[in-house]
Every structure is written in structure tokens, then in C-alpha cells.
């Protein structure tokens, strides 16, 4: 197995709860990134759909070197390249394409996958890869697809991203295959637009329990 494979797998299980972040506004991005980690979470992915996200990845790992920040909607080498070049730790992308499985092994950058059916897991594991996002997991649709695909593939572990609310979590990390869901929810952008990390930090705790939860 690759270094980038092999180094999202080790990731993985340690965030059961990963928040998924939209940055619109590079200068808001180190107060979310402190308001998470003082929730008590240290793992996040933030989108590159923003002109402002790339920008705000690099201000947040200067403002919380303790935290593992990743870079999602990753669609080829070039994102990945500037990625790595903002200072993120991680890759995530709905899909795997071979431009990108080529460049995130070649950069060697930890990456989490996107699949759905059993032939993309399939793909994905023939390049090396056991660590896969589920997308979109569409709310609790999404258990019974991992339910299915966990039965064949014995070794593949799945986040599960895309319209997952808080009370859906327990169902999702019960699943033996399913050590993280992502989700939105813990940095809403009205929040963030508010500037309340008060109330961001208090979401985070909310994902943060979801860890001691599995753990009891």
C-alpha cells in the first residue's frame, strides 16, 4: 500500500466526526479553526469551492499548528498541487480519477476517495485504497449502502458525507466499516457569517462527544 493510502487509513478512525467547512472569508478562517479545535475537534476538511478556501487553509494551519486541516473537492493533479501548497494535510474528492491518484501518490498527500457503487470500491482498492468516502450518503440512505458493500469488501472503511444531520451519526458508527461521518452542521456559514464561535465551539463539542461516545 502507498504512503497516501496507507496514511488516510491510519487518519481515519481517529475523527469520528469530521466537519466539512465552507470558507468564504480568509479572515474569519483562524477563528473557526480555534473555535473547532477548542470544541475539542483537531481533524476538519475544508472545501475548495471557494475563492477565499485556499488562502483560508493556510491562515488556519498558522493559527492551529495542533490540528490536522484537509482539503476537499479535490477533481485533479492540480488540486492537489495547490493543496499541498496552502499547507494541507490531506485530500479529499468525491471521486478517484488516475490524474489524481497519480498526483496524490507521486506528492505523496494522505487522500480520502469518493465511491458509491461496488464497482468505484473496487476501483479505488485495486489503487491501493481502503480508506473511502461515501458520497453522498444522502442522510441514512447511506447506511444501508454501507450495510451492502461492507458484507464484500472485508477490509474497505468508509466516511460517510452528504446530508447527514446529528441524530443520524450513532446508526452510521455503529456500522463495523464506518469509523467517521463528515458533516456541515458544525460550522453552519450563518454562524460563521456571525462571527459566533461561542456557538461554533459548542457544535464542535457536540461532534467531539460522538468520539467518547464509540469509545464507552
Excluded at 13 to 32: E, F, G, L
Excluded at 37 to 56: C, N, Q, S, Y
Excluded at 79 to 98: K, M, N, Y
Excluded at 178 to 191: D, F, H, Y
Aim: aromatic content about 6%; overall charge neutral; charged content about 15%.
Amino acid at each position: 500500500m502507498h504512503k497516501s493510502a496507507q496514511a488516510m487509513l491510519e487518519l481515519l478512525p481517529q475523527m469520528p466526526v469530521m466537519p466539512i467547512v465552507w470558507i468564504h472569508d480568509a479572515d474569519t478562517a483562524p477563528s473557526v479553526a480555534r473555535a473547532l479545535v477548542d470544541g475539542g475537534v483537531r481533524i476538519f476538511e475544508v472545501l475548495l469551492r471557494t475563492p477565499a478556501a485556499l488562502d483560508g487553509i493556510t491562515a488556519m494551519r498558522r493559527a492551529v499548528p495542533e490540528a490536522t486541516i484537509g482539503a476537499g473537492t479535490l477533481l485533479g493533479a492540480a488540486d492537489v498541487q495547490r493543496a499541498l501548497d496552502a499547507g494541507a494535510q490531506f485530500g479529499v474528492s468525491p471521486g478517484l480519477t488516475p490524474d489524481l491518484l497519480h498526483a496524490a501518490v507521486r506528492l505523496e498527500l494522505p487522500l480520502l476517495p469518493g465511491v458509491w457503487t461496488a464497482s468505484e470500491v473496487m476501483q479505488a482498492m485495486a489503487c491501493g485504497y481502503e480508506a473511502l468516502k461515501l458520497f453522498p450518503a444522502n442522510g441514512l440512505l447511506g447506511v444501508t449502502q454501507i450495510e451492502q458493500l461492507q458484507a464484500v469488501f472485508l477490509r474497505a472503511r468508509f466516511c460517510a458525507t452528504g446530508g447527514i444531520k446529528p441524530e443520524h451519526i450513532p446508526r452510521y458508527l455503529a456500522l463495523k466499516s464506518c469509523p467517521t461521518v463528515g458533516g456541515s452542521w458544525v460550522t453552519p456559514p450563518a454562524l460563521v457569517a456571525a462571527r459566533d464561535w461561542p456557538a461554533i465551539t459548542a457544535l464542535a463539542r457536540q461532534a467531539a462527544a460522538f468520539a467518547a461516545e464509540r469509545a464507552a
